[in-house]
């Protein structure tokens, strides 16, 4: 059975002043990981950060960031009060390359998020907050 141990819980501002602490606890949750992997992985969860930073609505502006490791994973899980994700731009993902969406104002996120990720989802919960789980597998090193 794998022990969670919940790290952080953060409620901020839905501001891009909130990104750099988020990151910097990103960073450290992901500390065991080799440089190239831990950089790669926090540039997918960081895009799960931005979306949820511009696309909140701003009646509640406030994202709510949790990081919870185990021995084998870290899961990063983001909470924002805005506008649904629909179903079509979900099954887009299996199905669209970089080059699809490079020249693109947005879209970009959501599929960097599925390539790097070792696991995500996206739901809402019973309040209406969007809430990505971006999942990681917390290898160890020599």
């Not at 970089?98 to 020249?103: A, I, Q, R």
Request: hydrophobic share 35%.
């Amino acid at each position: 059975m794998l022990t969670k141990q919940l790290m952080v819980e953060v409620d901020c501002p839905s501001t891009s002043t909130s990104l750099p602490i988020l990151h910097h606890l990103s960073r450290e949750a992901l500390q065991n990981l080799e440089e190239e992997d831990q950089i790669k992985k926090c540039f997918a969860i960081n895009e799960g950060l931005i979306n949820a930073i511009q696309y909140s609505d701003r009646t509640n502006a406030s994202i709510s960031f949790s990081i919870i490791k185990t021995e084998e994973y870290t899961d990063f899980i983001i909470k924002n009060y805005g506008a649904q994700i629909s179903d079509i731009v979900l099954e887009n993902l299996s199905t669209q390359t970089f080059d699809d969406v490079l020249w693109e104002e947005s879209g970009r996120g959501l599929l960097i998020i599925n390539e790097i990720a070792d696991e995500w989802s996206f739901s809402r919960d019973e309040q209406g907050r969007n809430i990505l789980k971006i999942r990681m597998r917390d290898e160890l090193y020599d």
